[in-house]
């Protein structure tokens, strides 16, 4: 019963840990337990094999088996952040067709009429009609100005009512004219560069937004590759104390046969049994591990996570390479290949351009103004259209225009936050690259160290399987006990479990390695569209 309360114990305080599991699904879990708990003890408290690690298998429901390339695949496709990313392009892209605007025709019409009448002393003294209408055509011009065609006509007809009055002031008039109108700014506003300024900023931004892109795909590559590991990880170790559960079965099958044959005392059952229990707990815990890392990968490949969708199998190789890590070099591709700094280099050009437009505000208005156009005028609409086609009248106008405000505090003021945001830039900038450095060094040296640990590891596996071969000769001597053979058991299953560790640490590093100077994609074959 000691050993069934003691599963009952671990168990419960496992699953808090899974952080994936709901309360309903520990509750279960549990209730399931504690009445295995209760039926594995028969008659004279002898210990029956529990059998809570297959129903926890039965709970989760079969293991899906997958391997690395599918996940990161998936994950690709499903990634929330990518899909957002995606979408901050095309509303980059948007703003960039925004600044074409400065191309558009700009087309104005007109019309207006009016009558008028006047009665003094009861009499009519005059009646009046006026129609005018007129239309515009203009754009901007790359340099700054701006172009435009009117056209524009005038019919006025008033009639007195005393006809000597009339003869003198009433009329019937057509009046037509085209004009071409000239603006251009000399100082303020003058430029092909500043009319350009909006497309600029836009497609900075643009380039920013896709880098934005490629730096959340590399975020969710590295993010599913450390859950893969992790989960890599949790089945080597379950693997490994499965081997030490059945090294330690093979063991209380010896010491049985060897005390019945009145070799071995029955006093050196009890240990073993001991280590049986012991190791019955550790697998529990490791398929515990197992569902919460295969819950946790599915969550960051985007997977469904319900009944029957928990576990997940990716058994794959572990051995290490032998490749030159050479730190400098490393370092200096970081550099070149992080979206990040190259983010920030975007940002830098975008307030570039902002300060040259504020700084050209600071400038006098300095405009000139052409129109140039002929006129025909007539009572007959037909011989004022004529008179206008044939430039009876022709009609030149010109303009300089100055306007200048005296401090331009404001313009100042905002011209000086600007260059402010670029110095923090700059600073921003130098503390990534410090960050870079910082963490290159640290994945190399722990590629370094995890293939030290890995050879001394493999080499302490080795001492621990000759040891094993001497305890157990010892122990058919009758110069030891099985305390000291389980106890090289032990020692060999923890130094396949420093093993286990060392390799998985040796693999994220080599991916954090991948991320920073951008290798990780092209390595799992992932395109980023």
Do not use: C
Request: proline content about 3%.
């Amino acid at each position: 019963m000691r050993f069934a309360r003691s599963v009952v114990v671990v168990l419960a305080a496992a699953l808090p840990l899974a952080a994936p599991f709901t309360s309903s699904a520990r509750a279960d879990i549990l209730g399931r337990v504690f009445t295995q708990a209760a039926d594995a003890t028969g008659p004279g408290g002898v210990v029956t094999p529990p059998v809570t690690v297959d129903d926890l298998s039965t709970w989760a429901g079969p293991a899906r088996t997958t391997n690395l390339p599918e996940l990161l695949q998936l994950a690709v496709r499903q990634s929330p952040s990518l899909a957002s990313a995606r979408i901050d392009i095309a509303i980059a892209e948007a703003r960039i067709q925004q600044s074409y605007a400065r191309d558009d025709w700009q087309i104005r019409a007109q019309v207006i009429a009016s009558r008028s009448s006047g009665i003094v002393n009861g009499q009519l003294l005059d009646r009046g009609y006026s129609v005018i209408g007129s239309a515009e055509v203009s754009r901007l011009l790359p340099t700054g100005g701006t172009v435009g065609l009117h056209v524009g006509t005038q019919y006025i007809n008033s009639r007195y009512d005393d006809p000597t009055i009339d003869a003198f002031l009433g009329q019937e008039t057509w009046s037509h004219d085209v004009s071409g109108t000239i603006s251009q700014p000399l100082l303020r506003g003058r430029g092909r560069w500043l009319f350009a300024a909006n497309e600029r900023r836009a497609t900075l931004s643009r380039d920013a937004a896709v880098l934005g892109r490629r730096l959340s795909a590399i975020q969710a590559v590295q993010a599913v590759i450390a859950a893969y590991w992790d989960l890599v990880l949790a089945e080597r170790q379950l693997a490994i104390t499965q081997s030490s559960l059945e090294l330690a079965r093979e063991r209380l099958r010896i010491t049985q046969i060897g005390n019945q044959g009145g070799k071995v005392p029955r006093s050196e059952i009890p240990a073993v049994q001991q280590i049986i229990a012991t190791r019955e707990e550790d697998v529990l815990n490791g398929e515990l591990a197992v569902l919460d890392r295969s819950i946790a990968l599915r969550r960051s490949v985007g997977m469904t996570i319900g009944k029957g969708e928990l576990g997940l199998r990716v058994g794959t190789d572990l051995a290490t390479r032998d490749a030159p890590w050479e730190l400098g070099t490393l370092t200096e591709r970081a550099f070149a290949a992080s979206p990040e700094l190259a983010q920030l280099a975007k940002e830098d050009q975008v307030v570039r351009v902002d300060i040259e437009v504020t700084e050209n505000g600071l400038l006098p208005q300095l405009d000139a103004a052409l129109t140039l156009g002929p006129t025909g005028q007539d009572g007959n609409f037909g011989q004022a259209a004529k008179n206008l086609a044939t430039f009876k009248t022709l009609s030149v106008s010109g303009s300089l225009t100055f306007q200048h405000t005296l401090g331009q505090e404001n313009v100042r003021g905002l011209a000086r936050e600007q260059r402010e945001n670029r110095r923090k830039l700059q600073v921003t900038a130098f503390d990534l690259r410090a960050q870079i450095a910082q963490t290159m060094a640290r994945a190399v040296a722990q590629i370094e160290l995890a293939r030290r640990r890995v050879a001394l590891s493999q080499r302490a596996i080795e001492l621990a399987n000759e040891n094993i071969k001497v305890e157990t000769d010892r122990f058919n001597l009758g110069k030891a006990t099985n305390f000291d053979v389980l106890g090289r058991q032990e020692e060999l299953r923890q130094a396949e479990l420093r093993k286990a560790q060392a390799m998985i640490d040796w693999h994220k590093a080599e991916t954090v390695v991948q991320a920073l100077t951008g290798d990780i994609l092209p390595t799992y074959g992932i395109a980023v569209d």
